[in-house]
């Protein structure tokens, strides 16, 4: 098993739609994930990727359920649904809407504990072309790299329910962190001094 270097120049998680408010009618976000009924009426918020290839985006689970959107390029995933979270070695770094992993998936060989525990882990290969949406149910343990220069939009959701639940939780957990009461000094918001 080799190491494998990742490409460092990458736009990720771009905000597009704060900027580009317009482009909203384009995507045509409410067709692609149209709600049910008022129960169902999803907030919504949306995130670009934009890369060369060989971008690596690290193992980590989101806790919301994400349309993810292949607009140019390809990228291939690796997937775990939730019940294989005891071989995932989540991290204590904090990330607001995410859970990461100590599992580096490009440095494999260099991380004997975690890549004994990774080799128990069962999950499943997907590979996404322009044109390609692909579901990623929310918690769902996932490591992506791009295999040619793309574009990507990660349409992330939550109904009433799960802002009420998950999305309440994640609110205290924020505030708790900004209060610096907790991982004040391990988190991905925070610029190292
Ligand atoms: O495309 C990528 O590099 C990462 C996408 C991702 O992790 C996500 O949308 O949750």
């Not at 004997?112 to 990774?118: G, N, Q, T, V, Y």
């Not at 990507?152 to 900004?178: C, I, K, N, Q």
Request: glycine fraction near 6%.
């Amino acid at each position: 098993m080799q190491s494998f270097k990742p490409t460092t120049l990458y736009l990720a998680q771009w905000d597009i739609l704060e900027k580009f408010p317009a482009l909203r009618k384009d995507l045509l976000i409410k067709s692609l994930w149209p709600d049910k009924s008022f129960l169902d009426r999803k907030l919504t918020w949306e995130y670009i990727f934009m890369g060369p290839a060989n971008t690596v985006t690290g193992l980590h689970n989101d806790f919301p359920h994400n349309w993810f959107c292949q607009f140019r390029g390809t990228k291939e995933f690796i997937l775990f649904p939730p019940d294989q979270s005891a071989h995932m070695c989540p991290a204590a770094k904090y990330d607001w809407g995410a859970t990461l992993s100590d599992i580096n998936v490009s440095r494999l060989p260099q991380q004997a504990r975690e890549l004994a525990s990774f080799e128990k882990a069962r999950g499943i290969y997907a590979r996404v072309e322009a044109g390609d949406a692909l579901f990623i149910p929310k918690r769902t343990w996932h490591s992506v790299v791009s295999r040619e220069p793309s574009i990507s939009l990660g349409m992330f959701g939550l109904t009433p329910y799960e802002v009420a639940t998950g999305g309440a939780w994640a609110t205290l957990r924020d505030w708790a962190h900004h209060l610096r009461l907790y991982a004040h000094d391990n988190c991905t918001c925070h610029e190292k001094k």
